[in-house]
């Protein structure tokens, strides 16, 4: 896979998550959390999802493909990102084109979900959101964040990472939140879910 396209594909899928979930979510019902699911995600209070490369709202849906503008006077949904819930970085403007990749939006999808059932398996008792700001799935417990990231200005890739909110000293802290992992794009799903697991399993002895 072509790792400018993956990038491109990432941040477009985080820009819907942000402007045509997360924002309309947030004016109708409060809340900007997401949630995962084996194909995309969704919100968690409103009928609106990212499914492969479309998005479906109520009993619709449309390719993700065109402009910003067009998609979302397609949807009829108040598009627009969450303003007020956190610092606004680079939305998506209406004259944004889509064109999604869709290996790569496969593999973001892939691995937040492994992710997600990763956190379920080492935390039963948290419950991962999927945050629109950095587009990443976690679960905070004990001061110390867990999650998976499909990737970002410090890793272009997905990984997994550990961040405790006091700074630690040794190998297993390689990052400057703490730790990381890169994620195999190679793996499936469970393989995936395994990988971050083992990873965060680790992180929790080493703390």
């Known amino acids: 896979m072509d790792t400018q396209a993956y990038v491109d594909t990432r941040r477009q899928l985080r820009g819907i998550a942000e402007s045509f979930i997360a924002g309309p979510q947030y ?11 084996p194909d995309g995600f969704t919100g968690v209070s409103i009928p609106v999802a990212v499914r492969g490369t479309d998005l479906v709202w109520g009993g619709d849906g449309a390719p993700i493909t065109g402009t910003v503008g067009a998609l979302a006077a397609a949807s009829g949904l108040d598009v627009g990102p969450p303003v007020g819930a956190y610092e606004i970085v680079d939305p998506l403007s209406e004259d944004t084109v889509l064109a999604l990749d869709a290996e790569a939006a496969e593999l973001v999808h892939r691995s937040l979900y492994a992710g997600g059932f990763a956190l379920k398996t080492v935390l039963p008792q948290g419950h991962p959101v999927l945050w629109p700001e950095h ?73």
Request: proline fraction near 6%; glycine fraction near 10%; hydrophobic fraction near 45%.
């Open 135 to 207: 587009f990443d799935v976690g679960v905070t417990d004990d001061e110390v964040n867990y999650g998976v990231s499909p990737g970002d200005d410090f890793h272009p890739l997905p990984y997994a990472y550990v961040g405790p909110w006091s700074s630690r000293i040794g190998a297993f802290w390689n990052a400057p939140f703490g730790a990381f992992m890169a994620l195999d794009a190679s793996h499936d799903v469970d393989a995936l879910a395994t990988d971050v697991a083992d990873f965060f399993e680790r992180g929790r002895a080493e703390l």
């Open 27 to 37: 004016r109708a019902a409060g809340t900007i959390r997401l949630a995962v699911r």
